[in-house]
């Protein structure tokens, strides 16, 4: 992998792995509670500003909420919901794209007119039919991620596909006895992942924003679990007053964007050197 040779892509991953450790230990390192109201408490100024604040090192929210360690609670739903998602919408898009692309006629072309039909539906419209008629429990929110982002998977897959089962070597192995599947799983499939880890990694920042967005105008995960959405829209009626409580998670999901994006954009910058012949 080239792009792994560039320090901007180390740093990058580098961060985003202690985002990732941080969401996962830091409640239990911090052992305050995220959902235990505590009134006396309330409003409390970041204890990097105001050392009277301490332990809470971000302060507190409107019922004396523990901050940070709700932030990182709804850091962990992002990103799980978020890589889940982008991981079920390669898997579903990618085997259908080699399907479509490797056999053709009639089943391929009704595979992608079913593709191009769900890519013209929009994500939000979709989340709200679902969501808003069954419970938004994680795995409800992850599904309707999937079937909504599977297509610009599918779409790529094809493309090669179609443009590697016409090499020679492809001919070559089904003369030497090869499967149809095992073309495809065996041979195909590896020059599918360069252009799709591009596409993926860039989507798991697109899945947080829209697991947060899903949560703010209420139809994510419900209360009392933490997401950012959630802690978001409740800090917009104290914002004047409490800045801290949208603040964190917004800039703590801005950084886990940033360290995604320069991730992706050392992975495409080193796919179009390879492409041009540079390395």
């Not at 009277?52 to 004396?64: E, H, M, R, V």
């Not at 080699?98 to 191009?116: E, K, V």
């Not at 939000?124 to 795995?139: C, D, M």
Request: glycine share 8%; hydrophobic share 55%.
């Amino acid at each position: 992998m080239q792009a792994w040779r560039t320090t901007e892509f180390r740093i990058g991953f580098a961060l985003f792995c202690l985002l990732i450790i941080l969401s996962v230990l830091g409640p239990y390192i911090l052992n305050l509670s995220p959902t235990q109201f505590n009134v006396s408490k309330k409003f409390l100024s970041p204890a990097l500003l105001d050392h009277s604040s301490w332990p809470y090192l971000f302060g507190t929210d409107q019922l004396g909420r523990d901050l940070f360690t709700r932030s990182l609670i709804g850091l962990r739903n992002a990103l799980l919901i978020g890589i889940t998602s982008v991981a079920g919408m390669f898997i579903l898009g990618s085997a259908i794209g080699m399907i479509s692309g490797y056999f053709g006629g009639w089943a391929g072309l009704l595979l992608m007119r079913i593709t191009d039909a769900q890519m013209s539906i929009p994500a939000i419209i979709l989340a709200i039919t679902v969501l808003g008629v069954s419970r938004p429990t994680p795995l409800a929110i992850i599904l309707v991620l999937i079937l909504a982002g599977w297509p610009a998977y599918s779409r790529v897959a094809r493309s090669v596909t179609l443009s590697e089962r016409r090499k020679e070597y492809v001919r070559a192995i089904k003369i030497l006895g090869a499967s149809d599947a095992r073309v495809l799983l065996v041979h195909i499939a590896p020059n599918i992942l360069p252009p799709i880890a591009f596409v993926a990694i860039l989507d798991i920042a697109r899945m947080m924003i829209f697991e947060a967005v899903l949560g703010f105008i209420g139809i994510g995960i419900q209360p009392p679990t933490p997401t950012f959405g959630t802690i978001i829209a409740d800090g917009t009626k104290y914002i004047l007053n409490a800045w801290w409580i949208t603040t964190v998670p917004g800039l703590l999901l801005a950084i886990t964007l940033c360290c995604i994006n320069i991730m992706g954009g050392a992975l495409e910058r080193s796919r179009n050197k390879i492409l041009l012949g540079f390395e």
